[in-house]
């Protein structure tokens, strides 16, 4: 892999694409999840291509009290909020930006959240080694419950990450299937929301999650795709926040 994280990222949004299947498909990158030892959380997810409605940009932010907010420049029943709506205190559509400062350093705002937070990822030598073995992954492999759960107890100690969800079920009812490809630390990063500054990266306790979607306890940007089952009023939720 030659291209810096930014090349790769233009790659995508020059030519985005749905994946194949008859459920609910997402493709693109974002920052799986990074935490702050002040207890704040914030994760990022830019979708050029998805199977639901117009690409768009989402960011999640859980406070120091555990309540989560999600912003998406797509409606909520179009963006994240579809499936993790159950757990939100509000769900906004909004303006959400993401620039790139650097081959391997960006800056998102969220203006209607006075949220601003700059990162910067690298590789390291597990995720050299993850992305090695990524590729060389056959097809089906990403698509089988049961080797994504070994992958998942495999990287979770290996990435330094704790718990790693890579399957299972949503907080609205869907279920989920995420296939990072590519993946990079996040080396450093600050963020301030709302004039606070939330202070540097750091574990969590006890770890965040969204049901069975779990929150590295060290920051990760992935690039990949997302595969939600397909929605069923009898069975899922919704709800795209609990205001």
Aim: aromatic residues 10%; contains cysteine; glycine residues 10%.
């Amino acid at each position: 892999m030659s291209l810096s994280p930014r090349g790769l990222v233009e790659r995508i949004e020059a030519t985005p694409a749905i994946p194949g299947g008859l459920d609910e498909r997402f493709d693109g990158y974002g920052v799986m999840g990074l935490s702050f030892t002040s207890g704040h959380v914030l994760a990022m997810r830019r979708f050029p291509a998805t199977s639901v409605g117009p690409g768009y940009t989402s960011v999640w932010h859980r406070d120091a009290q555990g309540e989560w907010m999600f912003y998406a420049t797509a409606a909520p029943d179009l963006a994240c909020s579809r499936y993790f709506g159950v757990d939100a205190l509000a769900s906004i559509q909004t303006e959400v930006r993401v620039i790139w400062m650097a081959p391997a350093r960006f800056r998102v705002l969220v203006p209607a959240a006075s949220l601003e937070w700059d990162v910067a990822i690298g590789p390291t030598v597990a995720t050299r080694l993850m992305n090695a073995m990524a590729r060389w992954l056959p097809g089906a492999a990403w698509r089988n419950p049961a080797f994504l759960a070994a992958m998942g107890r495999m990287a979770g100690p290996f990435l330094g990450v704790g718990r790693i969800g890579l399957y299972g079920t949503t907080p609205n009812g869907q279920r989920f299937i995420t296939n990072p490809r590519v993946v990079f630390r996040v080396l450093d990063s600050r963020a301030v929301v709302a004039g606070t500054d939330l202070g540097p990266p750091g574990p969590v306790v006890p770890q965040a999650q969204l049901r069975d979607f779990w929150i590295p306890q060290r920051g990760m940007f992935a690039i990949g795709q997302a595969h939600f089952e397909p929605f069923d009023p009898a069975r899922h939720s919704a709800r795209t926040a609990r205001s």
